[in-house]
Nanobody, 126 residues
Framework: QVLLVESGGGSVQAGGSLRLSCGAIGTDSWVNTIMCMAWFRQGTGKEREAVAFIDAGGGLTYYVDSVKGRFTISQDNAKNMVYLQMNSLEPEDTAMYYC????????????????WGQGTQVTVSS
């Protein structure tokens, strides 16, 4: 099994920045099966949406239109870490952010991600 542990959430004013981190903890045999890491978010009363994902090789990335140019996903495979740098934050970015990991190809569908973190709250005030 793989355990995902997130950190880095918090409260900031609009225009500020936060960096979310997610570490994958588990035996090498499980961690090495992860093919895609992603960040999802869910605002109050909203559906969970994929914010960004990156494949194991780092050659494929995705960003939801609303964060393009402001957010950057990156990973450190040696440390089993994935990061989400969030700049120019807007009140609309307020949500619980979840790290997710999957064993298949990267998609925007929550059903394709087997492992989930507990979530970290991001609150952006105007």
């Amino acid at each position: 099994q793989v355990l995902l542990v997130e950190s880095g959430g918090g409260s900031v004013q609009a225009g500020g920045s936060l960096r979310l981190s997610c570490g994958a903890i588990g035996t090498d045999s499980w961690v090495n099966t992860i093919m895609c890491m992603a960040w999802f978010r869910q605002g109050t009363g909203k559906e969970r949406e994929a914010v960004a994902f990156i494949d194991a090789g780092g050659g494929l990335t995705y960003y939801v239109d609303s964060v393009k140019g402001r957010f950057t996903i990156s990973q450190d495979n040696a440390k089993n870490m994935v990061y989400l740098q969030m700049n120019s934050l807007e009140p609309e970015d307020t949500a619980m952010y979840y790290c997710a990991a999957g064993n298949g190809r990267c998609t925007r569908d929550t059903y394709d991600f087997r492992y989930w973190g507990q979530g970290t709250q991001v609150t952006v005030s105007s």
